[in-house]
């Protein structure tokens, strides 16, 4: 059974950090891109940061140079730093992993970031 398990969310004042974490189980994790994604209330999801199976990252404008993605593939996670926060980095952020045909989604965590 596959598991995308997000951890690390949570309420924090605007400049401050984060790091989310997601731990995946029942897939080959090594072979597949990791994204994080977020959904403010009345949004869409949208993509945060993504990196591939071979290293390669990208990251929306709105959070370049704030935020870093990596993967530890020995330990099948992977992470989100964030920093300098803002508030309308208020959302539930989701990992996501996929390969080719096939995707999963986490459950999300609630990252809440006051004025």
């Known amino acids: 059974q596959v598991q995308l398990v997000e951890s690390g969310g949570g309420l924090v004042q605007a400049g401050g950090s984060l790091r989310l974490s997601c731990a995946a189980s029942?897939?080959?994790?090594?072979?597949?891109?990791m994204g994080w994604y977020r959904q403010a209330p009345g949004k869409q999801r949208e993509l945060v940061a993504a990196i591939t199976s071979g290293g390669s990252i990208n990251y929306a404008d709105a959070v370049k140079g704030r935020f870093t993605i990596s993967r530890d593939n020995a330990k099948k996670t992977v992470y989100l730093q964030m920093n300098s926060l803002k508030p309308e980095d208020t959302a539930v952020y989701y990992c996501?992993?996929?390969?080719?045909?096939?995707?999963?989604w986490g459950q999300g965590t609630q990252v809440t970031v006051s004025s």
């Open positions: 996501r992993g996929w390969t080719v045909g096939t995707e999963y």
């Open positions: 029942g897939i080959i994790f090594s072979i597949n891109s």
